[in-house]
């Protein structure tokens, strides 16, 4: 079945880093990928997405390429801030009824 | 605009006794609907999804239980809570996949 990987956590980066998180993905077809991001103690919000092979999707800063010669869809940022302290989710959904398939998520602690 | 709503955000719960969680959409028509469940440390289990009132698909075997009794309505119960019950539940919402979730504030249950 369909299945996301995404690295192992927790990542902890000094304020200004520049931040990759690692997601790749089995899955038949062409599904379209998504990152989520968690606040502490907050449900989870629409980071960024991206429905077809070399799309980049971009939002707040973080971008992620959707490559499908590598099954992977890495999240990105150049600089990042102690307000992107979060869990970050990788996703990918494979036909329209058909629920989302997540990553186990990477938490990211920023300081200052 | 649409909206979700999901309640309570806070519950405390002896071991044994019931529950019900309810989630519901407003600014949208027949939504897809969807309960995921988040333990400690974990990633996102999804629990139930629905495509329409009363379509319910059971993705996990445990002791709860999920109900559509209304297009924009879902509730998610048990009659008797078990410790491992204990974890942060989301509701979440589409329409078409391809769009992403758009997730609830969540309810962090602890059965004691």
């Known amino acids: 079945g369909d299945s996301v990987t995404q690295m192992e956590g927790p990542v902890t980066l000094s304020e200004e880093a520049f931040l990759t998180i690692n997601c790749t993905y089995t899955a038949t077809g062409y599904p379209s990928l998504f990152w989520y991001v968690q606040y502490p103690g907050e449900g989870l919000q629409l980071l960024l997405k991206a429905t077809k092979a070399d799309d980049k999707g971009s939002n707040k800063g973080f971008e992620a390429t959707y490559r499908k010669e590598t099954t992977s869809f890495h999240l990105e940022k150049g600089s990042v801030q102690v307000s992107d302290s979060a869990v970050y989710f990788c996703?990918?959904?494979?036909?329209?009824?058909?629920?989302?398939?997540f990553g186990k998520g990477t938490r990211l602690s920023v300081i200052a | 605009s649409q909206t979700i709503h999901q309640w309570p955000a806070t519950l405390v719960q002896p071991v044994g006794s019931p529950l019900s969680l309810e989630c519901t959409v407003e600014g949208t028509s027949n939504p897809n609907l969807y309960w995921y469940r988040q333990a400690a440390g974990r990633g996102l289990q999804l629990l139930f999804y629905?495509?329409?009132?009363?379509?319910i698909s059971s993705e996990v075997p445990q002791n709860l239980s999920a109900s559509r009794p209304q297009d924009r309505q879902f509730i998610l119960s048990s009659k008797k809570l078990l410790l491992s019950d204990s974890g942060f539940y989301l509701c979440?919402?589409?329409?078409?996949?391809?769009?992403?979730?758009?997730f609830g504030s969540g309810t962090r249950l602890t059965v004691v």
């Open positions: 996703a990918l959904l494979n036909s329209g009824n058909t629920p989302l398939v």
């Open positions: 629905s495509v329409g009132i009363g379509q």
């Open positions: 979440a919402w589409s329409l078409s996949g391809e769009y992403g979730y758009t």
